[in-house]
């Protein structure tokens, strides 16, 4: 158990329809990153929270939206689903915000969101 | 434009053998590097990492070696164990601006198997 927690881990869903995904950071970390990835793709950064506030943007869709809330915990809006929104779904968490070289990011398990 | 690229989907090597993960980059603004590593059911875990201004960077069983010209990196297994069958991912770090803050941007895997 890396400490992050990612509910739901399966997801199944039809196009059009919306989802929360949700992300409950290791204890004592401030930094949410939601990642995304597809079929042999790499992971995709999406956005980065740090104490509630956004900090970064990746290749994040309109579509999509995330949110990280006074307990810390965060939650990533994917609606309008299209079929090629299937993926897995990795946040992320760390202690630090500017300068953050990556090793202290923890993983969370993933969230698989299949669209049909 | 894929700006980490792991070409390898894959690597089979016997138990005791040497492993050699293999990544290339493409933006030069990237200036730390990092491998993660991923089994089944779980998100990555960071490995090892080098700083741009080393060529080198040794733990235990495993090194990183960074050729800043050719835009490469390598991740060597030594020896292999059984229990290494994963999949690798290769990161990169690059500052976003003046902003100073960072995100990670990772290949698409090679996925090891170690043979007893």
């Known amino acids: 158990d890396s400490g992050v927690t990612q509910t739901p881990k399966h997801l199944i869903t039809a196009t059009g329809q919306r989802v929360t995904l949700r992300c409950s950071p290791r204890?004592?970390?401030?930094?949410v990153y939601w990642y995304q990835q597809s079929l042999d793709q790499g992971l995709q950064f999406l956005i980065q929270y740090y104490n509630g506030e956004e900090r970064a943007k990746g290749n994040i869709l309109e579509r999509f939206s995330a949110q990280q809330f006074p307990d810390l915990h965060s939650e990533l809006n994917l609606s309008s689903l299209e079929l090629g929104d299937s993926a897995l779904y990795f946040c992320a968490s760390s202690a630090r915000d500017r300068n953050d070289l990556g090793y202290g990011y923890t993983f969370g398990s993933g969230t698989r969101l299949t669209v049909v | 434009d894929q700006q980490v690229k792991q070409n390898s989907p894959s690597l089979s090597v016997q138990e005791g053998r040497i492993s050699i993960l293999n990544c290339d980059y493409t933006?030069?603004?990237?200036?730390?590097f990092l491998w993660y590593k991923k089994y089944p059911a779980e998100g990555p875990t960071f490995l090892i990492s080098i700083s741009s201004i080393k060529d080198k960077n040794e733990d235990g069983r495993f090194t990183v070696f960074l050729n800043k010209s050719a835009k490469h990196l390598s991740l060597h297994i030594v020896p292999s164990q059984p229990g290494d069958s994963a999949v690798y991912f290769c990161?990169?770090?690059?500052?976003?601006?003046?902003?100073?803050?960072?995100?990670?941007?990772f290949g698409s895997g090679t996925r090891l198997q170690v043979q007893p």
């Open positions: 990161a990169a770090s690059a500052r976003w601006g003046d902003t100073g803050r960072r995100a990670l941007t």
């Open positions: 204890s004592g970390d401030l930094s």
């Open positions: 933006n030069s603004m990237f200036d730390y």
